[in-house]
């Protein structure tokens, strides 16, 4: 609000019971489509380079595709023993990313695996684990724990 001298009066500091508009606790991030129902997000990598990926809560790293680790130039490193939805035990290549962003978060110095088959990336754990996450209709709201 402002006053009749042109001052900005902040009202959630004089109604302690309104919530403030920005909580820099949380953070949010559009949905541009749904891949089975189940949310995608621009996830930035290096810095530079931007995928769209399924927010996975089911996943505890993250998953990159073969073309997505083709365009930023990334090197198998290692190998990860993963459980896919099915059940089964797969074996995937590993790379180190210097960076992951999403909605103005980064994780840095991140190992990935790269899943040759796969058409789209899965972002897992890794990068969210420390945020509870509510999925909504048009956003996807990460809460910091």
Do not use: W
Request: with cysteine; glycine share 8%.
């Amino acid at each position: 609000m402002i006053n009749s001298s042109g001052k900005t009066i902040r009202l959630g500091r004089l109604c302690s019971n309104i919530p403030v508009a920005s909580d820099k606790r949380v953070f949010r991030v559009s949905i541009k489509r749904r891949f089975g129902g189940t949310p995608v997000i621009d996830v930035t990598f290096n810095d530079n380079k931007t995928f769209e990926m399924i927010v996975d809560t089911g996943a505890s790293e993250t998953i990159i595709t073969q073309e997505m680790a083709n365009t930023l130039e990334l090197q198998a490193t290692g190998t990860m023993q993963a459980q896919i939805a099915d059940g089964s035990q797969v074996e995937f290549p590993t790379s180190q990313v210097k960076s992951i962003a999403v909605g103005g978060v980064t994780a840095n110095n991140l190992r990935v695996a790269i899943a040759p088959k796969a058409s789209i990336g899965l972002l897992g754990h890794d990068f969210f684990g420390s945020y509870d996450i509510k999925i909504l209709e048009k956003e996807v709201e990460f809460h910091h724990r």
